[in-house]
C-alpha cells in the first residue's frame, strides 16, 4: 500500500507547479461582465485607429479581445485588449 500512496503524492504535487503554466497562456484583461465591453465593431475600429492592419483574426480569448494582424510598420502583431478599455494588455510584435 505504502508503494502506492508515494507516487500519487508525488503527482499530487506536481498539479500547482503546472496550472501557473495553463494560465498564462493568454493574459487577463478585465474582470468586468461582458454587457460592459466595447462592442466588436467599435474594438475594430479602435484598433484600426492605434495603426493595426491587415486584421487576419479578431476574436474574444477568455476576458480579451485579441487580434492577429501587422503593426503600421508591417510587423507581424499578436495583441490582447481590455474589452472595455481599448488599452493593449500584452503584445507580441516580430
Known amino acids: 500500500m ?3 500512496i508515494a507516487p500519487l ?8 507547479a503546472l496550472v501557473p503554466t495553463i494560465a498564462s497562456a493568454s493574459p487577463a484583461c478585465t474582470t468586468e461582465a461582458k ?9 475594430k475600429a479602435k484598433v484600426a485607429e492605434m495603426g493595426y492592419q491587415k486584421i487576419k483574426t479578431f476574436k474574444v480569448s477568455g476576458s480579451c479581445y485579441e487580434i492577429y494582424g501587422y503593426t503600421k510598420d ?10 472595455v478599455t481599448g488599452a493593449v494588455v500584452k503584445s507580441e510584435i516580430d
Open 2 to 4: 505504502r508503494y502506492l
Open 9 to 16: 503524492l508525488a503527482a499530487a504535487a506536481l498539479v500547482p
Open 35 to 43: 454587457d460592459k465591453w466595447m462592442s466588436e465593431d467599435a474594438m
Open 74 to 83: 508591417n510587423k507581424k502583431a499578436e495583441v490582447y485588449f481590455n474589452p
